[in-house]
Each structure stands twice: as structure tokens, then as C-alpha cells.
């Protein structure tokens, strides 16, 4: 019997060890926090709170009151000279992409800002930079610190200082559904696929 | 006071120091600090910690633990899960799971270290320093070339630093080992210790 423990004692810490790495990496799925939480929302879609928000055009409005439609949203923060530049062009081109449903009232596009320096005219600034058509887009800020937390933290979105003043930040598409909640999340350039996914579910 | 005692209490101090937040947070604030300072320290902490288990208990967990395997078994899953990116990317984000690292690095890595390393014989300690090289220099190459960065709250400059850095570390490991071998005695505990403070320079 003796000889047997060390075996034993093996076993039961390989037993252990791989049920916790597996519960770590979503059943070895993912390694990264970023692959794991795009896993973890489209297994167990997730309640967007609502979150007061002031909209470019100075309006107030909040996530609740946006029910009953898809929304594709995205975070950004509008000082951005990096890849978040292609960020608004690739939401300029849902825009066009998605025209049909967003006539019908059945999508909206979203764009947070997590800068608590973007106000409502910075907020203008950054739709018309990107060719804003003028319907379906919303650009927007939560209206305190506190929902500006609530919605990051909802959303799984990291912002990191840079050097340079702006922010590094896992910049994505977000899909919301018409009940409210984070069903699927998107490559930030993958405009096609996001589309695609609301199409699917609108069809009849 | 034993000098083993003596040092679980340098161990105890160590783990302590590191927890508070004014030194936890400039450790976590760059990928590099968090996994070449913050938890190589919290292992030594571990290590130093197990000097101080009596040497009845030490007797007693050697029929569990024959030539040191069951122990390493358990430092080197433990490892494997911080060198997750996910993993040092939570303990940032959330107290639950940095509570979990800052009790699993020193109780399941740095301690069954220190307390099977002496058993294991030298097939063990081989198949082990060889793990270890191969995974040090296999992290840093993928830190190296990922395009993307791996961690939310880090910059990709710093992941690749972290790269650079990892594969001088394996490297250095390698030499020293290789050096062991050819011109060192083969003796109890003291590869590791070559090995670490090459890591460190």
C-alpha cells in the first residue's frame, strides 16, 4: 500500500489541477481575457444595465429606454489618432450596411465614450468626421462616473493609459439584443460578421 | 530560534510586503513587473515559508511524495495556470482572483518546491529544468511575436518586453544547467539555486 501513495497523491493533484485549468480557460477554449469573455457572453448572454446616457446632440436618454431594437455598440474615445480612427469608419460602414433595418427602426448603431473628457460637441465631431449619415448612429456618454464604471465593467471593456495621452483599449463590436442583453461580441473590423449576425435574426 | 524558522519568518514578512498595496500595484502596473518581480517573489516567500515545516511533518509528506513528483506535479499545474494571460490579466480586475494568487503562489509553487525539489532525484529534477527552460523560452517567443496583446490591462511594447526578457531568462537557465553538467558536482539542492539567480541577474 505503501508504495501506492505517491501515485495516489499524483493522480488526485492531476485531477484537481486540470479541472481547475479547464474551469480558468473555459474548457481549455480560452487563454486570453479577451477570448474568454466574448465565450462567456454569446454561453450566457448578459443584462446591459441602464445607464443614464447623454447623447451627442445633448439628449439625455439611457440603455433601458433603447429596448426592442438591436443595437451594435461600440466604446471609444474620440482623441483617438490610432486604430480606433478605422473604429468610426468601420461603424460609418454598418451604417450604409444596415440602412434597411435601421429605416425600419430595428437597429441602432451606438458608440460610448469612455473619456470623461468627450462631451456632447466632441461627440458631434467624431460622427461627422466619419461620415455620419444622420440616422441610426448615436454617439453618447454615460452621464456620471459611476455608469461610465457600470457599462465598462457590463461590457468587459479594459482601457489602458498609453504614452501618449490616449487610451490602449480592446476595442470590439457588441451586440445587444431588442431584450436588452450582451448576446455576442465582434472583432472591432469585422463589420461584415456583426451585420451579418443582426440579419440572420431579423429575418423572418 | 531555528535557522529554518528564522527564515519562514523572512518568508512570512516577504508575502506580507507584497500584498500591501502600495507595493502591490506598481508590481501589477506592467506585465513584465507582475511576472518576473511580483511572482517570482511570492514563490520565494513560499519557499522560505517551508523552511519552517518541522521535520516530522516533512518525514510524513515524503510517503506522499517519493522522489519529489506529487509536489512538483502540483508547483508546475499551479504554474501553469498564472502563466495563463487571462489569468494575470484577472488578478488585476478582480479581488477574488487575486486573493487566489497571492495564496496559490506561494502555498502550491514556491513551498512544494522548496519541500520536493530535495527528494527528487536526478531524472526528476532533469524532466523538471527542462519543462521549465522549454516553457520560459516558449512563452517569450509568443509574447515576442503576437501581434496582438494577450492582456487587456497591458500594452502590447510591454508584453514584448516581457518576451524579450523571458527568452534571455531560458537561455540563461539553459547555460547554467549545461554548465552544472559538465563542470559542477552533482550535489543536493543546488542547481535550483544556480538556476534562480541566473534568472534574476
Given amino acids: 500500500m505503501r508504495a501506492l501513495r505517491t501515485p495516489l497523491a499524483s493522480l488526485a493533484v492531476l485531477a484537481v489541477g486540470l479541472a481547475v485549468l479547464a474551469f480558468a480557460t473555459e474548457g481549455f477554449r480560452a487563454f486570453t481575457s479577451e477570448s474568454a469573455r466574448r465565450i462567456v457572453v454569446s454561453e450566457h448572454p448578459r443584462e446591459v444595465p441602464s445607464v443614464a446616457l447623454q447623447t451627442a446632440a445633448g439628449e439625455r436618454t439611457s440603455f433601458s429606454k433603447l429596448h426592442g431594437r438591436w443595437l451594435l455598440v461600440d466604446f471609444i474615445y474620440t ?24 429605416a425600419a427602426g430595428q437597429v441602432l448603431l451606438v458608440s460610448v465614450s469612455f473619456d470623461p473628457r468627450d462631451g456632447p460637441r466632441e461627440l458631434a465631431d467624431y460622427q461627422r468626421r466619419f461620415g455620419d449619415r444622420g440616422a441610426g448612429w448615436m454617439a453618447a456618454r454615460a452621464l456620471d462616473d459611476d455608469g461610465r464604471m457600470a457599462l465598462m465593467r457590463a461590457f468587459g471593456v479594459t482601457a489602458v493609459a498609453d504614452e501618449m495621452g490616449g487610451f490602449v483599449h480592446n476595442a470590439a463590436i457588441n451586440l445587444v439584443d431588442p431584450a436588452g442583453r450582451l448576446v455576442a461580441i465582434r472583432d472591432w473590423d469585422d463589420a461584415r460578421g456583426a451585420a451579418d449576425y443582426v440579419m440572420q435574426r431579423l429575418a423572418p | ?50 523552511q519552517g515545516v518541522p521535520a516530522a511533518i516533512d518525514r510524513r509528506l515524503a510517503l506522499w511524495d517519493q522522489s519529489g513528483i506529487s509536489g512538483l506535479l502540483l508547483a508546475s499545474l499551479a504554474g501553469l495556470a498564472w502563466m495563463l494571460p487571462r489569468a494575470m490579466d484577472a488578478s488585476v480586475d478582480e479581488p477574488w482572483v487575486a486573493l487566489a494568487k497571492f495564496l496559490s503562489v506561494p502555498l502550491l509553487i514556491g513551498a512544494p518546491v522548496a519541500l520536493s525539489w530535495p527528494r527528487a532525484g536526478f531524472v526528476v529534477r532533469g524532466i523538471v529544468l527542462a519543462e521549465v527552460i522549454a516553457m520560459t523560452l516558449r512563452l517569450g517567443w509568443l509574447y515576442l511575436i503576437s501581434p496582438q496583446r494577450l492582456c487587456s490591462n497591458y500594452l502590447l511594447g510591454d508584453q514584448q518586453r516581457l518576451g524579450r526578457i523571458l527568452i534571455i531568462v531560458g537561455l540563461a537557465i539553459l547555460l547554467a544547467v549545461a554548465w552544472k553538467l559538465m563542470w559542477g558536482h552533482s550535489g543536493t539542492g543546488r542547481a535550483t539555486g544556480e538556476g534562480s539567480s541566473d534568472a534574476r541577474r
Fill in chain 1, 79 to 102: 482623441r483617438c489618432e490610432t486604430y480606433c480612427l478605422a473604429q468610426g469608419g468601420e461603424f460609418a460602414r454598418l451604417q450604409r450596411r444596415l440602412a434597411e433595418p435601421i
Fill in chain 2, 1 to 50: 530560534m531555528r535557522p529554518g524558522q528564522r527564515t519562514a519568518l523572512a518568508g512570512a514578512a516577504l508575502w506580507a510586503v507584497l500584498a500591501v498595496p502600495a507595493v502591490r500595484h506598481p508590481l501589477e502596473s506592467t506585465m513584465t513587473y507582475q511576472m518576473l518581480v511580483q511572482l517570482p517573489l511570492l514563490g520565494a516567500a513560499g519557499w522560505a515559508l517551508a
